[in-house]
């Protein structure tokens, strides 16, 4: 009798990566980006931007769209993002009651109000990127995404040129598959990729439906925070979810 192989997904088997630097409280996209991927590496080893998303995002008040920004220390221009740090203690509390007063409404602020509050009256961390991870890793949690966390710091070698060190970090974690932001289309080397084995692809962050959102106009860019306290436990529809309606 013959043996009937099972049919092996090849698509499937590959090990899928993303790398970004870490952003405070950052948009839906960010984690879309996340959940696509087997493992994300945050990329803090990386010199640091001013006015970037490091250490700012926006919400949705009242007043209209407003930044919450962690006030960091002044230092030179070629200090990495692991290397920054606060520089005003009462940063967290004055986000959290901006945030408490914004969103005290929302349908799923009490339900996730104890989470962050924590996150915010007890943090005790000064590094930027601790502090960002920490949120991260929390919504994670909350959107349910179970992708592995790592640091580009964990992997050794990175003195390459940008594209070169995304390979190499690929080649460390044993990923043959490379999933970007659309951005960076415009400065990567994607012969790099292809020399080395690693299909890149890029993420599209068009098509995501609108959700119940307060202060009119509409907008996707602001934190996910806003998602997930007026959406909660569906916040993931708006993010993956729709497309295996549309698909």
């Known amino acids: 009798m013959a043996v009937i192989e099972p049919k092996i997904n090849r698509e499937s088997m590959k090990k899928k990566l993303a790398i970004l630097q870490s952003n405070y409280i950052p948009w839906k996209g960010y984690f879309d980006i996340i959940h696509q991927v087997d493992e994300f590496i945050i990329y803090d080893d990386v010199q640091y931007t001013k006015g970037d998303w490091r250490n700012r995002n926006l919400i949705k008040t009242r007043q209209g769209v407003k930044w919450l920004t962690i006030p960091v220390t002044r230092g030179d221009l070629n200090r990495r993002i692991i290397d920054v740090t606060v520089n005003k203690p009462d940063w967290a509390r004055n986000h959290w009651q901006t945030i408490r007063q914004s969103y005290a409404k929302a349908p799923y602020f009490r339900k996730y109000q104890a989470l962050f509050e924590s996150l915010y009256m007890d943090n005790t961390e000064q590094v930027l990127s601790r502090i960002n991870f920490n949120f ?86 602001v934190s996910v925070l806003d998602l997930i306290f007026m959406c909660g436990p569906r916040a993931g529809d708006y993010i993956w979810g729709w497309r295996e309606d549309v698909g």
């Open 136 to 221: 991260i890793r929390a919504i994670n949690e909350i959107l349910g995404i179970k992708t592995k966390l790592s640091w580009s710091m964990d992997y050794g070698g990175l003195d390459k040129k940008p594209t070169q060190r995304l390979v190499f970090l690929c080649q460390q974690a044993g990923a043959d598959y490379y999933l970007s932001g659309p951005a960076a289309q415009n400065y990567l080397d994607e012969e790099c990729f292809a020399r080395a084995g690693v299909e890149l692809a890029y993420v599209d962050y068009s098509g995501y439906p609108l959700y119940p959102q307060f202060y009119p106009p509409f907008t996707h860019q």
